[in-house]
């Protein structure tokens, strides 16, 4: 489990920022303040290992997230053009520093490598040089990577995007696909229904009626190459496309089955869990991300605007629902102020009854300030 990111010259993160982490963390706080900066930080780190199991060239663009180029992701304010990742978790520490990658802009390159105090990078040049001699190619050098644990961690990563895609009553078979990938947008999540079968489809069916208080999910394989899939907004049985239920149900869909499929000790990210859903909902799909993190030893962490999200997870702490503790949790409250875009991070703790211990500026006080106006 990783107990605190640190950014350094990342986005909008000029400044060293280290950023606690819990088992379940909610990012909260207002536009462009830096919660997807946290998020996007272990997507680039996951995505690379994924493709390549190597970290000398960050991936800015591959299946997890599109950052762009070099220029586009280091911070504008600083004069030397690097930035620094650090991850610690329960056994490591990882610092990882990148610059630019002559000739291409969508690689950062490696410029520091250090595990637990040990100057990996040094390690890793030796290596290359001892490799030359031996005229060995590149391809075939062992990978520095593959004994750092934080790092390998990182594969089994899941991520649901807030871009998902809506209602859809098909979907291309595509038998090339990973059986749990179901796409950072949701656009392969009928196709991982068909692969899990049906067990598994009557599970995601059981959580959607909870979450949605009704629900019905059919998949069907209309031809070689399609499958169909049919919700309802009840419990009798009916099923109809898609495009004829409720926009909640198909959006709600591809976190349902992200939760499901994660790794043990693995990572879930989920941004705006709460989009489309009313605010019972969003509290009952708060509860069950709550119930698989505490159930699997998952790492979740949420991005979220919702009031309801944050007091779903104040509402579990009291009920100790799952064995949940107050050292489970945390609120990450991102903020800045209206001149200087360097982020503001605060940590918000939640005792056993549910209750916060800091109230900050634009915290939760939107309905308050609306009252006030109504008054």
Partial sequence: MIRSITLE?????????????????VMYGKNGRGKSTVAQSLLLLAQTMRDSNDINGLHLIGDLIELGTFDEIVNTGIDEKAFFLNLQDDTE?????????????QVARLSKLIVNGENRFDVRANEAKESAKQEISTSQS????????????????QYVSADRLGPRNSSPRKDTLDSDWFGVNGEYVINVLSNQGEDFQATVCEVLSKVLTGATLKVKTNDADRIELFLDSVNNGKSFRPMNVGFGYSYVLPVIVAALLAKEKSILIIENPEAHLHPGAQSRLTKFLIEIAKTNNIQLLIETHSDHVVNGLRIAMRQSFCGLTPQDAE???????DIDTEPEVEIIKCDRFGELDKYPDDFLDEWTKQLVKLV
């Fill in 9 to 25: 010259g990342f986005k909008c993160f000029r400044e060293r920022n280290q950023i606690p982490l819990s088992q379940i963390n």
């Fill in 142 to 157: 062992v990978s520095t990577t593959s004994d750092i644990m934080t790092l390998q961690n990182l594969k089994s990563l």
């Fill in 331 to 337: 609120i990450v409250f991102f903020s800045h102020d």
């Fill in 93 to 105: 520490t990882v610092e990882l520093g990148f610059i630019e990658y002559p000739h291409k802009t």
